[in-house]
């Protein structure tokens, strides 16, 4: 079926000096978004009063090496970024200037992501050195509390629940985990399988009951879940080991969605709950998911409702939908040809 | 010897193959489109020097017109490439220096897969995933050893 809407470009962010735009983050009310590149550094942009976009703030000099990713924080005035220099940061941005409050060390390699916990609590990183380290945020001090080695291979994506102290991961050796908070301590819950190739990216839905993930294998997988009833397993079977208390399962995909692999995938929080994937087939698709209401029998199911193909002039790294706060679903892509563009839907 | 390393490689003669006089032509017609074609891309990496012999990986059968696939209209380059053992331990820079050559001739226009020859290496999966994740390559390149590497492999190439 042909894609049946229409993703209308509004503007074209250019700055960053080096080919390459890694990622793009808005900010928690929609009113910034920040920018990452393999030329290390970060930009914000905003709408100055004629509504038209500009580069409000620059880093240049924060990280020796690409910057591979940014998080806001969910106050909206603290940032961090991590580094292909093994290191992630963590920024006060006020007034177009960047102040570093701290940086967060221990990973042997490239750090490939950092996310913001929703509660503000925890800040989690990935890289290449396969671990995921989650980090304890208090009075601005950053203290490491836990450090998993799930994954068999690079750690290349990793998302917070919108509501619970849980995280999933992506990785090249093609799983998913969950990892969730035991007491003290962190620990991986599940690992799914479903992917043939390296997962790229994911992406929770707005209630966090749903997981989209994309792939070096061109698909996208929706993941349904949350926690587990523990309680009348182990009434059953007392010896059995504790079930997950979190766990997903694959309930449908959508294969092909890109002709190259699928870098980049965000879930609308508000409104239309649109999905968004960016590929090296320099498109940027728009998909929607149809999930079955509690109880009913009906299957879930991906369809892709819009292809903008050639949106980049090179392989699209990243695509972030505007949260809820700013009202409008804008779409921000960044990609390989340097340059970031903003989309509406028609 | 160390394993993973070919002491005595058979050599094998450098192609001659050129373009007709039409095509060179065209090549130089200012205002024809030039479309990218397998020898192009062969004549790019032909000379690109083995990291462990004082020979090309044309010199090595290590690169082949025949192994080139183009789709200029498509916008996709497939160069496969046979390691001169099974075991090679130099596979994976070789199919390095392979992709930054072509990374810096080649227009953005034009998707680059480096692969392994089929069955020419025992990791060859592990190899072909490596060398077309682009994340991991970016990351290698800015490494200076090993960029230094690379760029002895390919100087003069």
Same mark, same amino acid.
């Given at each position: 079926?042909?894609?049946?809407?229409?993703?209308?470009?509004?503007?074209?962010?250019?700055?960053?000096?080096?080919?390459? &735009?890694?990622?793009?983050?808005?900010?928690?009310?929609?009113?910034?978004?920040?920018?990452?590149?393999?030329?290390?550094?970060?930009?914000?942009?905003?709408?100055?009063?004629?509504?038209?976009?500009?580069? &409000?703030?620059?880093?240049?000099?924060?990280?020796?090496?690409?910057?591979?990713?940014?998080?806001?924080?969910?106050?909206?005035?603290?940032?961090?970024?991590?580094?292909?220099?093994?290191?992630?940061?963590?920024?006060?941005?006020?007034?177009?200037?960047?102040?570093?409050?701290?940086?967060?060390?221990?990973?042997?390699?490239?750090?490939?992501?950092?996310?913001?916990?929703?509660?503000?609590?925890? &800040?989690?990183?990935?890289?290449?050195?396969?671990?995921?380290?989650?980090?304890e945020?208090?009075?601005?001090?950053?203290?490491?509390?836990?450090?998993?080695?799930s994954?068999?291979?690079?750690?290349?994506?990793i998302?917070?629940?919108?509501?619970?102290?849980?995280?999933?991961?992506?990785?090249?050796?093609?799983?998913?985990?969950?990892?969730?908070?035991?007491?003290?301590?962190?620990?991986?819950?599940a690992?799914?399988?479903?992917?043939?190739?390296?997962?790229?990216?994911?992406?929770?839905?707005?209630?966090?009951?749903?997981?989209?993930?994309?792939?070096?294998?061109?698909?996208v997988?929706?993941?349904?879940?949350?926690?587990?009833?523990a309680?009348?397993?182990?009434?059953?079977?007392?010896?059995?080991?504790?079930?997950?208390?979190?766990?997903?399962?694959?309930?449908?995909?959508?294969?092909?969605?890109?002709?190259?692999?699928?870098?980049a995938?965000?879930?609308?929080?508000?409104?239309?709950?649109?999905?968004?994937?960016?590929?090296?087939?320099?498109?940027?698709?728009?998909?929607?998911?149809?999930?079955?209401?509690?109880?009913s029998?009906k299957?879930a199911?991906?369809?892709?409702?819009?292809?903008?193909?050639?949106?980049?002039?090179?392989?699209?790294?990243? &695509?972030?939908?505007?949260?809820?706060?700013?009202?409008?679903?804008?779409?921000?892509?960044?990609?390989?040809?340097?340059?970031?563009?903003?989309?509406?839907?028609? | 010897?160390?394993?993973?390393?070919?002491?005595?490689?058979?050599?094998?003669?450098?192609?001659?193959?050129?373009?007709?006089?039409?095509?060179?032509?065209?090549?130089?017609?200012?205002?024809?489109?030039?479309?990218?074609?397998?020898?192009?891309?062969?004549?790019?990496?032909?000379?690109? @020097?083995?990291?462990?012999?004082? +020979?090309?990986?044309?010199?090595?059968?290590?690169?082949?017109?025949?192994?080139?696939?183009v789709?200029?209209?498509?916008?996709?380059?497939?160069?496969?490439?046979?390691?001169?053992?099974? +075991?090679?331990?130099?596979?994976?820079?070789?199919?390095?220096?392979?992709?930054?050559?072509?990374?810096?001739?080649?227009?953005?226009?034009? @998707?680059?897969?480096?692969?392994?020859?089929?069955?020419?290496?025992?990791?060859?999966?592990?190899?072909? @995933?490596?060398?077309n994740? @682009?994340?991991?390559?970016?990351?290698?390149?800015?490494?200076?050893?090993?960029?230094?590497?690379?760029?002895?492999?390919?100087?003069?190439?």
């Amino acid at each position: 079926m042909e894609p049946s809407q229409q993703l209308v470009q509004v503007a074209t962010l250019q700055g960053h000096d080096e080919p390459r &735009v890694w990622h793009v983050a808005w900010s928690p009310s929609g009113h910034t978004l920040a920018s990452c590149a393999a030329d290390r550094a970060i930009r914000l942009w905003a709408e100055d009063g004629d509504r038209a976009w500009a580069c &409000v703030a620059i880093l240049t000099d924060g990280h020796q090496r690409t910057v591979r990713r940014v998080s806001w924080a969910p106050c909206g005035s603290l940032l961090a970024s991590c580094s292909f220099d093994g290191t992630a940061m963590i920024w006060r941005c006020e007034d177009g200037v960047f102040d570093c409050l701290a940086s967060l060390e221990g990973h042997d390699n490239e750090v490939k992501a950092v996310a913001w916990s929703p509660s503000g609590s925890f &800040v989690a990183t990935c890289g290449r050195d396969k671990s995921v380290w989650v980090w304890e945020a208090e009075d601005e001090a950053y203290e490491v509390a836990a450090v998993l080695h799930s994954h068999g291979a690079d750690v290349k994506d990793i998302v917070w629940h919108p509501t619970d102290d849980v995280l999933a991961s992506a990785s090249y050796d093609d799983s998913l985990k969950i990892i969730t908070q035991d007491g003290d301590d962190w620990r991986c819950a599940a690992t799914l399988l479903g992917h043939a190739s390296t997962v790229w990216g994911l992406a929770f839905s707005a209630d966090g009951a749903h997981i989209v993930s994309c792939s070096d294998d061109r698909s996208v997988v929706l993941w349904a879940g949350g926690p587990a009833d523990a309680a009348p397993a182990a009434a059953a079977a007392p010896a059995a080991p504790a079930p997950a208390p979190y766990s997903y399962a694959q309930v449908a995909s959508l294969p092909e969605v890109h002709s190259r692999p699928i870098y980049a995938i965000d879930w609308e929080k508000g409104g239309a709950r649109m999905i968004a994937t960016g590929g090296g087939d320099d498109a940027v698709c728009a998909i929607e998911a149809t999930l079955p209401e509690p109880g009913s029998a009906k299957p879930a199911s991906l369809r892709l409702v819009a292809r903008v193909a050639g949106a980049h002039r090179g392989d699209v790294n990243s &695509v972030a939908v505007a949260p809820a706060e700013r009202g409008d679903g804008l779409l921000a892509s960044a990609g390989d040809d340097g340059v970031i563009r903003l989309w509406r839907r028609a | 010897m160390q394993e993973g390393l070919n002491a005595s490689p058979e050599l094998h003669a450098e192609s001659d193959e050129q373009r007709s006089a039409n095509e060179c032509a065209t090549e130089a017609d200012p205002n024809a489109r030039d479309r990218i074609d397998s020898l192009e891309i062969f004549e790019l990496i032909r000379g690109i @020097k083995d990291p462990e012999h004082p +020979h090309t990986l044309e010199q090595l059968n290590v690169a082949q017109r025949r192994l080139i696939d183009v789709d200029d209209e498509g916008g996709r380059v497939v160069v496969r490439f046979t390691p001169t053992i099974p +075991h090679c331990s130099m596979a994976t820079l070789i199919g390095l220096c392979l992709r930054v050559k072509l990374l810096r001739s080649l227009p953005p226009r034009l @998707k680059v897969d480096i692969l392994i020859s089929p069955g020419a290496h025992a990791s060859e999966e592990a190899i072909n @995933k490596q060398l077309n994740d @682009k994340e991991r390559v970016a990351a290698a390149l800015e490494n200076d050893n090993l960029l230094g590497v690379v760029n002895q492999c390919l100087l003069n190439a």
